[in-house]
């Protein structure tokens, strides 16, 4: 079984740019939540996705957008980057929807910006 | 809105010794699923147990047991006869029943010296 999978580990930004990361569920599951973390903190919820649908979307700007493609990998979007995006961004899969799913998290992508 | 409250936000012990996680929440719902995960210096976020809101019985599993007790909002994680790779950052989180959303506390690092 697979786990889950992040891309790229590190990525350096100047303000003002845009960024990809990418995300593949693990086996079996067809939900993505994303998370960013700032250091010293927990996660915080920014969306989920569930069968490409965003099912779910945490106190974040439109300038964080998502989508999930028909083999349940993800991508998170941020655009016009802000020094405060400086954080690690988490990837969880689930078994479904529902609140009552464990998630399995992936080991982050760690964004700065400059 | 839902909170989670981890008042310890580091906790240092000797090998050997019982440690206590504190583990508050806030919520309006009726139906919601509580959570511990395990964050070890590697990074990934590691399930450890779930709880749903109408099954207050205590779980043991090995050195690790939980309280969850409903009329003091709390969740707590006990670890008995704490080893050095105990030592991690541990996470609370709260889910809600379909929306997808789960909110985490800010984590308790935890190390245990030998």
């Known amino acids: 079984e697979t786990g889950v999978t992040q891309s790229p580990t590190h990525l350096i930004k100047t303000r003002g740019q845009q960024v990809t990361l990418r995300c593949s569920s693990q086996s079996g599951h067809n939900t993505v939540s994303w998370y960013q973390q700032a250091l010293g903190q927990g996660p915080q919820f920014i969306f989920q996705?569930?069968?490409?649908?965003?099912?779910g979307r945490g106190n974040f700007p439109p300038r964080f957008s998502g989508l999930q493609f028909p083999n349940y990998s993800s991508e998170l979007n941020v655009n016009a980057l802000e020094l405060d995006d400086s954080a690690l961004y988490l990837c969880?899969?689930?078994?479904?929807?529902?609140?009552?799913?464990?998630?399995?998290f992936g080991p982050g992508t760690r964004l700065t910006v400059l | 809105a839902q909170k989670v409250t981890q008042a310890q936000t580091e906790i240092s012990v000797v090998e050997k010794e019982d440690v206590t996680l504190d583990c508050v929440y806030e919520t309006r719902d009726t139906t919601y699923y509580l959570f511990w995960y395990k964050q070890p210096p590697s990074g990934e976020l590691v399930f450890l147990i779930r709880r749903n809101s109408f099954d207050e019985q205590n779980e043991i599993s090995g050195r690790y047991s939980w309280n969850f007790q409903k009329s003091t909002s709390s969740f707590n994680f006990t670890i008995t006869a704490s080893q050095v790779v105990d030592s991690a950052v541990y996470f609370c989180a709260l889910s809600e029943t379909n929306a997808g959303k789960s909110t985490f506390g800010d984590g308790t690092t935890l190390t245990v010296k030998p």
């Open positions: 969880a899969s689930s078994r479904s929807r529902g609140g009552d799913n464990e998630q399995f």
């Open positions: 996705y569930y069968r490409e649908e965003e099912n």
